[in-house]
């Protein structure tokens, strides 16, 4: 049986920008997608905080250090500069190297720089 994990996340990045007649895509920081694992052309899935819309795209890289997030194209409609999104890749696997299997997880301020990293995230308390 194959099941489906998270692979990464980019959690609580800021929009950059928003290109409605760019080609199409989310651009990234290479060192942020080098930091969480993201391959460019991968596919993406984005859940915007700031107004709920979930969409996905496919990664291309932005300048090395620039810290840009830009969300380009029809998925320009989708979220404007300054909205909280979480960017995430998911891989599929055997349900037994699923058990030990660990995503990598970025954490981001409002400036796109890392606040921290982990493996894990923490049982949601009741």
Do not use: W
């Not at 915007?48 to 819309?53: A, C, D, I, L, S």
């Not at 909205?83 to 990598?104: F, H, L, N």
């Amino acid at each position: 049986m194959q099941i489906t994990l998270l692979k990464n996340k980019l959690h609580r990045a800021c929009v950059t920008h928003a290109e409605l007649d760019y080609e199409g895509s989310c651009a990234i920081d290479t060192d942020l997608m080098e930091l969480a694992g993201i391959q460019e052309y991968e596919k993406l899935h984005i859940y915007n905080v700031t107004n709920g819309e979930r969409f996905s795209t496919y990664a291309i890289c932005a300048e090395k250090g620039s810290k840009v997030i830009s969300i380009n194209g029809a998925a320009a409609h989708k979220a404007s500069v300054g909205d909280r999104i979480i960017i995430c890749t998911y891989v599929s696997m055997s349900a037994a190297e699923g058990q030990a299997y660990k995503p990598a997880l970025v954490y981001l301020d409002e400036n796109n720089e890392v606040t921290g990293t982990a493996n894990a995230i923490p049982v949601q308390a009741a």
